[in-house]
């Protein structure tokens, strides 16, 4: 187990430095100096010249540099923006709260929804219901998020006018933004209009919620469908069934438990499609979060902003996979096995 | 079986659809006659540069300051045309129209914040020190924040006053060098506002003297609240106003700078004033009847200008040659969608100085061929055309102009390389002038005319970096100095004719439209007329009781 732990950590380490050297390159490579690039200092003075050549070995061969633009980076200095000025680090607080909140949301939402879906269509498997199921997620799945976004706007926001289309909440609202997440910063405010700004920032968050919420969900549903129908149809499940045990505790006590294992760790594969959504989302509804953030950067050629949100954003995947992988490992004596037989 | 499949509709009964039910229950809130906060929500196309419009020409920054949070001397009525009392309530010249006394508004309350309360009230001090700043180069303030006044330097400000001079607490003189027909019209420019001194010694005893362009005090009708950068910015009504508070809980401006975007948050009731509209998106504005689209002839200017030190550009037959084989009519249907006039002179049609009769630069590539052939450029050349992607009052899409025209070019063998940057990226490399030819333009702040010349082709204008032709000429510095000496209309209309026609043949710069002048507001906000020199103002907007009528009107 703990030998698997360590083998992890390393793949994982090894992972994160070939992502920060393909971001390092990346910064070589773009047009403009590499001091400006690095720090998003531009015009820098002598005098900041000098210390950005300091803090970032720049006098020395490439693989100081890349030595010391890891060490800055994970000490948390992300340079400045170009656009802004403001320390990256600063603005990615900022902007992540926004998209957490979005995804956590869309999370549930598809998790409501597939999951259920998916257990009907394993149990009513080969039946109208499946199909049906399979269908829906099969449409659903098809469905490119921009253009559901747009649809949705086009519809609900400016043909039938009953949801905004942008934002996470009306400006009339004075929010102080405590925590970065709406509802909880509404819960922590004195307002008077307390009740409205809630229904206000609900409204705002049901089509993108539910825009990003489609993909997840369809994944949910046949993840959920394949991995439950195949435990349904294991010989321990016969053996249960004819000890006349109730179909409820099959399904809850017996078949689904061990069902959650391929589910989670392929749901936690999907991760990178969540965030990849999520960023065509929060650009539909301009929603203020990292993608939006990083696409503006790439508009605006902000290089240090652009590769602070490559480095976060394929972080986050990483230490998520391996996350999840240890913690099925951990749960799954199963799994274990074959990993320590194969190595 | 059945118990299992029953066990899971029990599921789905008491979990999604209670999920759903919930937030169709929220749904339609949005759009009832219920309001939400109230206050009024304006979507604004871009951050302000700074809280003080006294360091910048761009209209974003003066919209989100100039008549919010400050207040000016004497105020430009643009419904009659003429200037009126502002923080001065009355005021006259003198016989040779060089000293200028003000008699000042008592009982006006500066605004107050975190870090500063005001314990008196405006007086000549404050006047005293706010044009200071700005003209005398040894003033405390003159280098905080950067150390330019483009408009002032434009206008020949520091030149022209010999001296301020505070005859007592409410009453100054300001004595000017020579005559100015256009001085009165600069002190109502949107940039000339008035600061407080007694925040400015504050600030300078604890050495943050940056902090009263950032930290505004004013007397406006708004203080600032907080601001977000490219967020928000949120005022609250100065209950002391000295011209009435505000009837308004709040203002927020909403910084989208994408132009469907704010459409759509107008559309959907997020936003109720919009800046900017774009050209294409007024047939959808036209046909909601909750929306109200103001339209005025805009005192502005797009303009295609020549960096005349880099040659070819040196020779006026290479920029006349251009300027026969540009489609202006083209520009105006592609890029304007008609909302715009083509632009014979920098001047346009409206100002009383116009000159309708200068020769024109017809579209005929034919004949800049046989010009550029004249200069030995027959067999063409390569060009540089610099521009930004942010949209603007006097061109909505640069650089679809700038494609436009290199397509046009690429008619007479002119090769085209367009270069862009962001807006301030953009203005911070214009100054060391690598351009050949950049696109960009001019919205005029006040009525005069002086407001086309010297800020855009005056020597000062040069050092200032208002002027993008990197030419200026002793013979038009001369005319404009002789044209705003006089208060003649008459004889001033001479002197512009004629520089106008100067211009017309040297062109250093290709005149290309002048853009009608736009703002969409929700039907139920009034007291917002349209100021066609840009600049707006939201101390007398109220939201009328008639919220509802939103309702219905689908």
Same mark, same amino acid.
């Given at each position: 187990?703990?030998?698997?732990i360590?083998?992890?950590?390393?793949?994982?380490?090894?992972?994160?430095?070939?992502?920060?050297?393909?971001?390092?390159?990346?910064?070589?490579?773009l047009?403009?100096?590499?001091?400006?690039?690095?720090s998003?200092?531009?015009?820098?003075?002598?005098?900041?010249?000098?210390?950005?050549?300091?803090?970032?070995?720049?006098?020395?061969?490439?693989?100081?540099?890349?030595?010391?633009?890891?060490?800055?980076?994970i000490?948390?200095?992300?340079?400045?923006?170009?656009?802004?000025?403001?320390?990256?680090?600063?603005?990615?607080?900022?902007?992540?709260?926004?998209?957490?909140?979005?995804?956590?949301?869309?999370?549930?939402?598809?998790?409501?929804?597939?999951?259920?879906?998916?257990?009907?269509?394993?149990?009513?498997?080969?039946?109208?219901?499946?199909?049906?199921?399979?269908?829906?997620?099969?449409?659903?799945?098809?469905?490119?998020?921009?253009?559901?976004?747009?649809?949705?706007?086009?519809?609900?926001?400016?043909?039938?006018?009953?949801?905004?289309?942008?934002g996470?909440?009306?400006?009339?609202?004075?929010?102080?933004?405590?925590?970065?997440?709406?509802?909880?910063?509404?819960?922590?405010?004195?307002?008077?209009?307390k009740?409205?700004?809630?229904?206000?920032?609900?409204?705002?968050?049901?089509?993108?919620?539910?825009?990003?919420?489609?993909?997840?969900?369809?994944?949910?549903?046949?993840?959920?469908?394949?991995?439950?129908?195949?435990?349904?149809?294991?010989?321990?499940?016969?053996?249960?069934?004819?000890?006349?045990?109730?179909?409820?505790?099959?399904?809850?006590?017996?078949?689904?438990?061990?069902?959650?294992?391929?589910?989670?760790?392929?749901?936690?594969?999907q991760?990178?499609?969540?965030?990849?959504?999520?960023?065509?989302?929060?650009?539909?509804?301009s929603?203020?979060?990292?993608?939006?953030?990083?696409?503006?950067?790439?508009?605006?050629?902000?290089?240090?902003?652009?590769?602070?949100?490559?480095?976060?954003?394929?972080?986050?995947?990483?230490?998520?996979?391996?996350?999840?992988d240890?913690?099925?490992?951990?749960?799954?004596?199963?799994?274990?096995?074959?990993?320590?037989?194969?190595? | 079986?059945?118990?299992?499949?029953?066990?899971?509709?029990?599921?789905?009964?008491?979990?999604?659809?209670?999920?759903?039910?919930?937030?169709?229950?929220?749904?339609?809130?949005?759009?009832?006659?219920?309001?939400?906060?109230?206050?009024?929500?304006?979507?604004?196309?871009?951050?302000?540069?700074?809280?003080?419009?006294?360091?910048?020409?761009?209209g974003?920054t003066?919209d989100?300051?100039?008549?919010?949070?400050?207040?000016?001397?004497?105020?430009? @009525?643009?419904?009659?045309?003429?200037?009126?009392?502002?923080?001065?309530?009355?005021?006259?010249?003198?016989?040779?129209g060089?000293?200028?006394?003000?008699?000042?508004?008592?009982?006006?309350?500066?605004?107050?914040?975190?870090?500063?309360?005001?314990?008196?009230?405006?007086?000549?001090?404050?006047?005293?020190?706010?044009?200071?700043?700005?003209?005398?180069?040894?003033?405390?303030?003159?280098?905080v924040?950067?150390?330019?006044y483009?408009?002032?330097?434009?206008?020949?400000?520091?030149?022209?006053?010999?001296?301020?001079?505070?005859?007592?607490?409410?009453?100054?003189?300001?004595?000017?060098?020579?005559?100015?027909?256009?001085?009165?019209?600069?002190?109502?420019?949107?940039?000339?506002?008035?600061l407080?001194?007694?925040?400015?010694?504050?600030?300078?005893?604890?050495?943050?003297?940056?902090?009263?362009?950032?930290?505004?005090?004013?007397?406006?009708?708004?203080?600032?609240?907080?601001?977000?950068?490219?967020?928000?910015?949120?005022?609250?009504?100065?209950?002391?106003?000295?011209?009435?508070?505000?009837?308004?809980?709040?203002?927020?401006f @909403?910084?989208?700078?994408?132009?469907?975007?704010?459409?759509?948050?107008?559309?959907?009731?997020?936003?109720?004033?919009?800046?900017?509209?774009?050209?294409?998106?007024?047939?959808?504005?036209?046909?909601?009847l909750?929306?109200?689209?103001q339209?005025?002839?805009?005192?502005?200017?797009?303009?295609?200008?020549?960096?005349?030190?880099?040659?070819?550009?040196?020779?006026?037959?290479?920029?006349?040659?251009?300027?026969?084989?540009?489609?202006?009519?083209?520009?105006?249907?592609?890029?304007?969608?008609?909302?715009?006039?083509?632009? @014979?002179?920098?001047?346009?049609?409206?100002?009383?100085?116009?000159?309708d009769?200068?020769?024109?630069?017809?579209?005929?590539?034919?004949?800049?061929?046989?010009?550029?052939?004249?200069?030995?450029?027959?067999?063409?050349?390569?060009?540089?055309?610099?521009?930004?992607?942010?949209?603007?009052?006097?061109?909505?899409?640069?650089?679809?102009?700038?494609?436009?025209?290199?397509?046009?070019?690429?008619n007479?063998?002119?090769?085209?390389?367009?270069?862009?940057?962001?807006?301030?990226?953009?203005?911070?490399?214009?100054?060391s002038?690598?351009? @050949?030819?950049?696109?960009?333009?001019?919205?005029a702040?006040?009525?005069?005319?002086?407001?086309?010349?010297?800020?855009?082709?005056?020597?000062?204008?040069?050092?200032?970096?208002?002027?993008?032709?990197?030419?200026?000429?002793?013979?038009?510095?001369?005319?404009?100095?002789?044209?705003?000496?006089?208060?003649?209309?008459?004889?001033?209309?001479?002197?512009?004719?004629?520089?106008?026609?100067?211009?017309?043949?040297?062109?250093?710069?290709?005149?290309?439209?002048?853009?009608?002048?736009?703002?969409?507001?929700?039907?139920?906000?009034?007291?917002?007329?349209?100021?066609?020199?840009?600049?707006?103002?939201?101390?007398k907007?109220?939201?009328?009781?008639s919220?509802?009528?939103?309702?219905?009107?689908?």
């Amino acid at each position: 187990m703990w030998f698997y732990i360590v083998r992890r950590f390393n793949l994982f380490v090894l992972t994160v430095a070939v992502l920060y050297f393909l971001v390092f390159l990346m910064l070589v490579a773009l047009p403009g100096d590499l001091a400006t690039n690095i720090s998003g200092q531009q015009q820098a003075s002598p005098a900041q010249l000098a210390e950005l050549t300091q803090t970032y070995q720049l006098d020395k061969n490439w693989f100081n540099q890349y030595i010391s633009f890891i060490n800055q980076r994970i000490h948390g200095n992300f340079g400045i923006s170009f656009t802004t000025n403001q320390p990256i680090y600063d603005e990615i607080l900022k902007f992540l709260p926004a998209t957490i909140e979005l995804c956590v949301y869309a999370t549930l939402v598809a998790l409501i929804v597939g999951f259920p879906l998916g257990m009907l269509a394993a149990i009513q498997s080969q039946k109208p219901a499946d199909f049906m199921v399979l269908g829906v997620s099969l449409i659903g799945y098809s469905i490119p998020v921009f253009w559901l976004g747009v649809i949705a706007i086009m519809y609900f926001g400016l043909e039938l006018q009953w949801l905004p289309v942008a934002g996470r909440l009306n400006l009339l609202y004075q929010i102080e933004p405590i925590t970065g997440f709406t509802l909880i910063d509404i819960w922590l405010s004195n307002l008077e209009y307390k009740q409205l700004a809630y229904r206000d920032a609900f409204a705002h968050l049901v089509m993108p919620t539910l825009t990003l919420a489609v993909i997840p969900a369809t994944m949910v549903m046949r993840i959920t469908r394949t991995a439950v129908r195949e435990e349904l149809n294991a010989n321990y499940i016969k053996a249960s069934q004819s000890r006349g045990l109730s179909p409820a505790t099959i399904m809850f006590r017996h078949a689904l438990p061990n069902a959650m294992q391929p589910i989670i760790s392929q749901l936690s594969l999907q991760l990178s499609t969540l965030l990849t959504s999520a960023m065509v989302t929060e650009v539909i509804f301009s929603w203020p979060g990292i993608g939006n953030w990083l696409i503006d950067a790439i508009y605006q050629r902000d290089y240090p902003v652009i590769s602070a949100g490559l480095l976060i954003c394929a972080g986050f995947i990483i230490l998520v996979s391996v996350l999840t992988d240890v913690v099925l490992i951990a749960t799954t004596p199963k799994r274990r096995s074959a990993i320590d037989g194969s190595s | 079986m059945y118990l299992m499949i029953n066990s899971v509709k029990f599921f789905l009964k008491y979990s999604i659809l209670p999920f759903f039910l919930f937030l169709a229950g929220c749904e339609p809130n949005h759009m009832d006659g219920e309001r939400v906060a109230p206050g009024i929500v304006y979507c604004s196309e871009g951050d302000p540069t700074t809280f003080n419009p006294q360091l910048t020409t761009t209209g974003t920054t003066t919209d989100a300051t100039s008549y919010q949070l400050y207040n000016r001397l004497v105020e430009y @009525d643009p419904a009659l045309g003429s200037i009126m009392p502002g923080l001065a309530h009355h005021w006259h010249i003198n016989e040779n129209g060089k000293i200028y006394t003000f008699y000042l508004r008592k009982e006006v309350p500066f605004h107050s914040n975190k870090i500063f309360t005001p314990t008196r009230h405006f007086n000549a001090d404050d006047v005293l020190f706010s044009f200071n700043r700005i003209i005398d180069s040894q003033h405390p303030y003159n280098q905080v924040s950067g150390g330019t006044y483009p408009f002032f330097q434009s206008v020949g400000f520091s030149s022209l006053i010999e001296k301020i001079v505070k005859v007592h607490p409410h009453m100054i003189t300001i004595h000017l060098k020579e005559k100015d027909s256009s001085f009165l019209a600069n002190l109502a420019a949107n940039f000339a506002v008035i600061l407080s001194k007694e925040y400015g010694d504050q600030l300078l005893a604890s050495q943050t003297p940056a902090k009263i362009d950032t930290m505004p005090i004013g007397t406006g009708p708004f203080y600032l609240d907080s601001y977000f950068q490219s967020n928000h910015i949120r005022y609250k009504p100065n209950k002391s106003y000295w011209g009435g508070a505000p009837t308004i809980e709040q203002l927020v401006f @909403d910084i989208t700078p994408k132009s469907t975007n704010r459409i759509a948050k107008l559309l959907t009731g997020d936003c109720d004033v919009s800046a900017l509209p774009q050209s294409s998106e007024l047939e959808i504005l036209r046909r909601n009847l909750n929306l109200e689209l103001q339209i005025q002839t805009g005192f502005n200017v797009s303009y295609f200008a020549f960096n005349l030190k880099k040659p070819p550009f040196d020779q006026p037959k290479v920029r006349q040659a251009i300027a026969h084989a540009i489609n202006k009519r083209a520009i105006i249907e592609a890029v304007y969608y008609g909302s715009a006039t083509e632009a @014979d002179s920098i001047l346009p049609p409206l100002s009383w100085a116009y000159n309708d009769e200068l020769t024109q630069y017809k579209y005929n590539p034919e004949l800049s061929k046989q010009l550029l052939a004249e200069v030995g450029l027959g067999q063409g050349f390569e060009m540089d055309i610099w521009t930004s992607p942010v949209q603007r009052i006097y061109n909505p899409n640069a650089i679809k102009t700038a494609e436009l025209l290199q397509g046009q070019l690429a008619n007479i063998g002119v090769k085209v390389n367009i270069i862009s940057y962001g807006w301030s990226v953009f203005l911070g490399k214009l100054n060391s002038y690598e351009y @050949d030819s950049v696109l960009l333009g001019w919205t005029a702040d006040n009525a005069d005319p002086d407001n086309f010349f010297r800020p855009i082709f005056s020597c000062a204008a040069l050092a200032s970096g208002s002027n993008r032709t990197n030419w200026c000429s002793q013979e038009l510095d001369q005319l404009f100095t002789k044209a705003i000496s006089s208060t003649n209309q008459k004889d001033r209309t001479a002197v512009y004719h004629e520089v106008l026609e100067k211009l017309n043949v040297q062109l250093p710069l290709i005149p290309i439209a002048h853009a009608l002048r736009f703002q969409v507001k929700n039907r139920s906000i009034t007291g917002m007329p349209l100021n066609p020199y840009g600049g707006i103002a939201f101390a007398k907007s109220r939201r009328s009781a008639s919220a509802g009528s939103r309702i219905g009107a689908q």
